[in-house]
């Protein structure tokens, strides 16, 4: 093990006044000597004891755990899952936090980066400031939505399964994630040993009973006799270079959104609430309003969720393009959308497959790009489109805040967005822009 350095102020404790949510799950405190501290499992308004897990003399900031909480606030609970806590399980950042109060820190993480990214109000940007928990997820205090389809176990030196502590590999064993979905805990991967293997990934589908165990070994591993409560289908992935390959049963689950079925085969992206598909459709094709004869875009389209619900709507006279890099996700999409004749999948990345397609002009985009966005090439790229509307859905508010100022700069305004809890007891919210011509509402 290495040593920290001499400047190292690891496990230094300071009594702070804890300050407001930051993006990220931590809040913000000054220590009395002014240093910048990012507090995990505190609340704002709160005193605490902070002890430093990161950081070092001349750090910008510094990372820390509340130890001790010395004046709780009002939304504080007592955490429901005995994993969660200082030093233990990274993947929850507000089990101590009441259910609403959750999502008013999303709200407010939220309506910051707008502000400091995009120079964006919440009414400027068309939003009522509010999160929105799925359809159940409202639970009384201290009960908590088993929300998960999709867990990626890891696996400790003892071959137990568990979950990665904050910003660490090392792993905190589990006997049972509470937010895992039932289908998931069902399977029984928490209480079976996993020797020579580095992950288990166990996934529930939803709308059909598809279940599945996605096994990485460690190098030199070898494969178990996967046995489990429930039947599922296995695949296997290269640690070399991550391929997956099929061990046993089906090489893709069936999941259920929009009243159609999607194949999701070899690991593809899928939304990992059960209600996610569903309500991110829903608020995409109310913004958008898709008349007939549209033609639209789904980029990073994964397996085809939106061209899909797209595919629908704009009919015969219509077309929808999808564009994907996975090459999975690509041959699941077009299996999945081979009925209409008008939908047509695209291979690799948007940035270089759009311009090469020659397409200058569209009615409809949906966006959906991974955590890091879209950037300012195509956002440029796609205010040049003249889209009636664009709907932009994000997983990350930082991201999409710094791509909205992109599109200003390209003539294109939020018209309207929308916040969903889709992953409550953590800090991660989805998002729903609607944008349209700045010109058009001015
Ligand atoms: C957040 S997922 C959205 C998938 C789909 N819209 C859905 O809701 O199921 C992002 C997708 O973008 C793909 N992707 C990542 N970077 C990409 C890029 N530069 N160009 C095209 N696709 C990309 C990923 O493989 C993933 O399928």
């Given at each position: 093990m290495?040593?920290?350095?001499e400047s190292?102020l690891?496990g230094q404790?300071?009594e702070?006044?804890?300050?407001?949510v930051a993006?990220?799950?931590?809040c913000?405190?000054r220590t009395?000597?002014?240093?910048?501290l990012?507090?995990r499992h505190?609340?704002?308004?709160?005193?605490?004891v902070?002890?430093?897990?990161?950081?070092?003399e001349d750090s910008?900031?510094l990372r820390?755990?509340?130890?001790?909480?010395?004046?709780?606030?009002?939304?504080?609970v007592?955490?429901?899952?005995?994993?969660?806590?200082?030093?233990k399980?990274?993947g929850?950042?507000w089990q101590h936090?009441?259910?609403?109060?959750?999502?008013?820190?999303?709200?407010?993480?939220v309506?910051?980066?707008?502000?400091r990214?995009?120079g964006?109000?919440?009414e400027?940007?068309?939003?009522d400031?509010?999160?929105?928990p799925?359809?159940?997820?409202?639970?009384?205090?201290?009960?908590?939505?088993?929300?998960r389809?999709?867990?990626?176990?890891?696996?400790?030196?003892?071959g137990?399964?568990?979950l990665?502590k904050?910003?660490?590999h090392?792993?905190?064993?589990?006997?049972h994630c509470?937010?895992?979905?039932?289908?998931v805990?069902?399977?029984?991967?928490?209480k079976?040993d996993?020797?020579q293997?580095?992950?288990v990934?166990?996934i529930?589908?939803?709308?059909?009973?598809d279940?599945?165990?996605?096994l990485?070994?460690?190098?030199?591993?070898?494969?178990?006799?996967?046995?489990?409560?429930?039947?599922v289908?296995?695949?296997?992935v290269?640690?070399?270079?991550?391929s997956?390959?099929?061990?046993?049963?089906?090489?893709f689950v069936?999941?259920?959104?929009?009243?159609?079925?999607?194949?999701?085969g070899?690991?593809?992206?899928?939304?990992?609430?059960?209600q996610a598909?569903?309500?991110?459709?829903?608020?995409?094709?109310?913004?958008?309003?898709?008349?007939?004869?549209?033609?639209?875009?789904?980029l990073?389209?994964?397996?085809g969720?939106?061209?899909?619900?797209?595919?629908?709507r704009?009919?015969?006279?219509?077309?929808?393009l999808?564009?994907?890099s996975?090459?999975?996700?690509?041959?699941d999409?077009?299996?999945?959308?081979?009925?209409f004749?008008?939908?047509?999948?695209e291979q690799?990345?948007?940035?270089?497959?759009?311009?090469?397609?020659?397409?200058?002009?569209?009615?409809l985009?949906?966006?959906d790009?991974?955590?890091?966005?879209?950037?300012?090439?195509?956002?440029?790229?796609?205010?040049?489109?003249?889209?009636?509307r664009?709907?932009?859905?994000?997983c990350d508010?930082a991201a999409?805040?710094?791509?909205?100022?992109?599109f200003?700069?390209?003539?294109?305004?939020p018209?309207?967005?929308?916040?969903?809890?889709?992953?409550?007891?953590?800090?991660?919210?989805?998002?729903v822009?609607?944008?349209?011509?700045a010109?058009?509402?001015s």
């Open positions: 290495q040593n920290a350095p190292s690891v404790e300071y702070v006044e804890v300050g407001p993006h990220g799950g931590h913000v405190a009395q000597d002014g240093r910048v990012f507090v505190a609340l704002p308004g709160e005193k605490v902070a002890k430093v897990t990161e950081g070092e910008r900031f820390a755990d509340a130890v001790q909480v010395l004046e709780p606030s009002k939304d504080r007592e955490a429901p899952c005995p994993y969660a806590g200082p030093g399980c990274g929850c950042d936090a009441k259910p609403g109060a959750q999502r008013r820190f999303k709200g407010e993480v309506a910051e980066q707008l502000q990214l995009a964006l109000t919440p400027e940007a068309g939003w400031g509010t999160v929105m799925a359809p159940g997820d409202k639970l009384p205090a201290g009960e908590v939505p088993a929300w389809t999709r867990v990626q176990y890891a696996v400790d030196a003892d137990r399964a568990g990665r904050h910003r660490s090392e792993v905190q064993p589990v006997d509470m937010i895992a979905a039932p289908g805990s069902e399977l029984g991967v928490e079976r996993w020797p293997m580095a992950t990934e166990a529930a589908a939803t709308g059909s009973n279940r599945q165990v996605v990485t070994p460690r190098p030199g591993g070898r494969l178990p006799l996967v046995e489990l409560d429930k039947p289908s296995v695949l296997r290269e640690e070399r270079d991550g997956v390959h099929r061990v046993h049963g089906r090489a069936r999941e259920r959104a929009d009243e159609r079925t999607y194949r999701v070899m690991g593809g992206f899928w939304q990992v609430h059960p598909a569903d309500m991110l459709v829903k608020a995409v094709m109310q913004g958008l309003l898709p008349r007939k004869g549209d033609m639209a875009l789904d990073y389209c994964g397996v969720l939106f061209a899909g619900a797209l595919a629908d704009v009919g015969e006279k219509g077309a929808v999808g564009i994907e996975g090459k999975r996700a690509v041959e999409a077009r299996h999945n959308l081979q009925h004749d008008r939908v047509r999948i690799g990345k948007v940035e270089s497959v759009l311009p090469r397609t020659g397409i200058d002009e569209v009615d985009i949906v966006l790009p991974p955590r890091a966005g879209a950037g300012k090439q195509t956002v440029n790229h796609l205010a040049s489109l003249g889209a009636r664009i709907a932009y859905v994000a508010p999409l805040a710094r791509d909205l100022a992109y200003r700069e390209g003539g294109y305004k018209r309207t967005l929308r916040a969903f809890d889709l992953f409550p007891m953590t800090h991660h919210v989805e998002c822009a609607i944008l349209e011509p010109a058009k509402g």
